[in-house]
């Protein structure tokens, strides 16, 4: 799904991607919250979002954009309106 990036280009990238990319580099399966440990790393990036944190609102929306956009392309079928419906269903 294209989101704006921080410099405000929109690109098209998996969560992968965007990891990769990170200054802090990829992390590792063990450094994954799971289960109880995610709901608890959500609520904080949750709240660190609503303070304005737009990396925390990344790491919130970036396991769900390929699911997100390829749902959208389901109904829409063209590329650039599934990006613009998804980005619209997250914002």
Sequence with gaps: MAMPSR???????TPEERQS??????RTAAEVP???SLQAHESQLIA?????DSESFYDLVRP???????????????????????????M
Excluded at 8 to 13: D, S, Y
Excluded at 48 to 52: K, L, P, R, T, V
Excluded at 64 to 89: H, I, W
């Design 7 to 13: 410099n405000g280009a929109e690109a098209m990238v």
């Design 21 to 26: 990319v990170q200054a802090g580099g990829l």
């Design 34 to 36: 799971v289960g109880d």
């Design 48 to 52: 660190q979002a609503i303070q304005g």
């Design 64 to 90: 769900y954009e390929r699911a997100v956009f390829l749902t959208a392309l389901s109904l829409v079928k063209d590329p650039s309106d599934a990006e613009d419906v998804a980005q619209d269903g997250v």
